[in-house]
């Protein structure tokens, strides 16, 4: 699950960037981040806790 978690957030913030460029979003990247960086903290946290296979 780790490996599909990080891909499908690396292919929504690539979206998201290539939205931006081509001015089909209009919205500060920056201030979201500096806004919602506490966010990605929560979910990482929450994707490590739920990844299969721990200490064998």
């Known amino acids: ?3 599909t978690f990080g891909a499908i957030v690396l292919i929504v913030v ?3 960037a290539l939205a931006h460029n081509l001015g089909y979003l209009n919205f500060s990247l920056a201030y979201l981040i500096r806004t919602w960086w506490p966010m990605i903290l929560i979910g990482l946290g929450i994707s490590f806790f739920f990844t299969p296979g721990g200490k064998r």
Do not use: D, N, P, S
């Open 14 to 16: 690539g979206g998201v």
């Open 1 to 3: 699950m780790r490996g």
